[in-house]
């Protein structure tokens, strides 16, 4: 048994933990709420061009027959794939970066094409530099402040890489925020961009029957559209994970400062014991000894 000098030092460094966590719990729920204020404040504009990009979509703009609209609409049969993989830049959030990986792995190894990686996080981006599979770029420090300008430079450099047929397909792997104790572990296709795609947002097709006039045309207008909404797809996933690492932090953290609670109502209680018995132990000592003294 531990005596009671290492018991006391071990609940004092338990509490010391205790503190931390909690700290650190309070830290993640306050990034929690400005990561969802931004997604709120994102989500208007969003819906808008969602709308607009899905009627040009719809009407077929400037295609002929047997043809898509833009290149960025085109299907190609899928013989070389980029795999986006979203992960944090920072650990001690369950396993928010271990499923995300262990999903690229096993999408790696079920993909039938050549696939290569776009790591965004640095925890994703230190787990594949050790990895055979080729990675086209490494994104380590994105999550310090996610910025619009660092999506619109992904997006065109994917838009671009499609459109040039380096890929035939791209996708990306993330945590998708839904509330502060769920976390969607999600897998999407961000090209080729499908009519399924555009019509997934929650009344997205509402104006899809709509007639407008466009100017200077609807082509025009589709092909100044599709890499916005191809940037903000982006932008929403980066947001999302964001997002959804701060509230799996926060959870985490909560239950270990919990954990700690129990670890230390455990520890004093053997170490009241452990000092009550030396009590006793000493009390019977002297009462044999001044026993024996009588005697």
Known sequence: MASL??????????????QITKAMKMVAAAKLRRSQDRILAARPYALQLQKVTEHLASQGAGSSEGEAAHPMLETRAEKRVLLAVVTGDKGLCGSFNT?????????????????????MGKRGAEYFSRRKTPVRAAHRSLFVNVAKSDADAIAEDLSKAYVEGEYDAVYVVYNQFVTALRQDLT??????????????GDGAH??????????????????????????????????????AEHAARMTAM????????????KLTLIYNRSRQA????????????SAALEG
Do not use: C, H, M, W
């Not at 499923?99 to 790591?119: F, M, P, W």
């Not at 897998?187 to 997934?200: G, H, I, K, N, T």
């Not at 909560?254 to 109502?265: G, P, Q, V």
């Open 254 to 265: 909560d239950s270990a400062t919990k954990n700690a609670k129990d670890l230390i109502e």
């Open 278 to 289: 030396a009590i006793t132990t000493e009390l019977i000592e002297v009462v044999s000894g």
């Open 5 to 18: 000098i290492d018991l006391r030092r071990r609940i004092r460094s338990v509490k010391n933990t205790q």
């Open 206 to 243: 509402d104006n899809a029957s709509a007639d407008y006039i466009y100017e200077p045309s609807a082509e025009a207008i589709l092909a100044e559209l599709l890499p916005r909404f191809v940037s903000l797809q982006v932008y929403r996933v980066l947001l999302d994970s964001q997002a």
């Open 187 to 200: 897998f999407e296709r961000v090209l080729p961009v499908s009519p399924e795609d555009l019509e997934s």
């Open 99 to 119: 499923n995300v990986i262990r999903r690229a792995e096993q999408e790696i190894a079920e993909q039938g094409a050549e696939v290569e990686l776009l790591l």
